[in-house]
C-alpha cells in the first residue's frame, strides 16, 4: 500500500471524517485530503504525532518500507504489537516488547539473552551446546545493541 492509501485506510478504519483527522492531528481538513490524494505526506514530526495518536508505528504508516528486526535478539518485527514502547509509549522500532520494556532492556548481559536461546529455541540438527552458543553469540554480535 501507498502512505496515501494508508492514512485514508487508517482515517476510515477510525470512522473518521477529514475534518475529525484533522482536528485530532491539530492541522487543516486541507492537509489531510492532500495526504489522501498523495499531493503530499505528513513530515517526519507528523508521522510521530500520528503513530501516538493512532498507535501505529511510523514503519507501518509508510508502507512497511523496511523489515524491522529487534536489535538485540534478531527476531523480525512483522507486526506492530511486537515493537517495544519507551515509557511515554511511543513505538521503539530497534527493539521487540521481550528484550525492551519501558526503557528498560530485559537482558543486560548478551550471555543472559543466549542462555535463554539455548533453552527455547529449537535444535534440529542435534548440536552441542558449545556449538549452538558460538552460533547465536556469531549472530548477536551483529546487532547493533551487542556490537562492540
Not at 506492530?80 to 521503539?92: A, G, L, Y
Request: proline share 5%; net charge negative; with cysteine.
Amino acid at each position: 500500500m501507498e502512505v496515501f492509501e494508508i492514512l485514508k485506510t487508517l482515517r476510515e478504519k477510525n470512522n473518521l471524517t477529514q475534518e475529525e483527522m484533522a482536528n485530532r492531528v491539530n492541522i487543516t481538513r486541507q492537509a489531510v485530503s492532500r495526504w489522501e490524494t498523495g499531493e503530499t505526506q505528513p513530515n517526519p514530526e507528523m508521522l510521530k504525532v500520528l503513530s501516538r495518536e493512532f498507535n501505529i508505528s511510523i514503519n507501518t504508516l509508510l508502507g512497511s518500507p523496511r523489515q524491522l528486526y529487534c536489535q538485540c535478539c534478531g527476531m523480525p518485527l512483522t507486526e506492530d504489537s511486537m515493537i517495544s514502547r519507551e515509557p511515554d509509549q511511543t513505538f521503539n522500532e530497534d527493539y521487540c516488547k521481550w528484550c525492551y520494556v519501558d526503557g528498560e532492556f530485559i537482558y543486560k548481559q548478551k550471555d543472559s539473552l543466549i542462555d535463554f536461546l539455548l533453552q527455547h529455541m529449537p535444535n534440529p540438527q542435534n548440536q552441542s551446546d558449545d556449538e549452538r552458543r558460538k552460533l547465536f553469540d556469531s549472530m548477536l554480535s551483529q546487532l547493533k545493541h551487542w556490537k562492540a
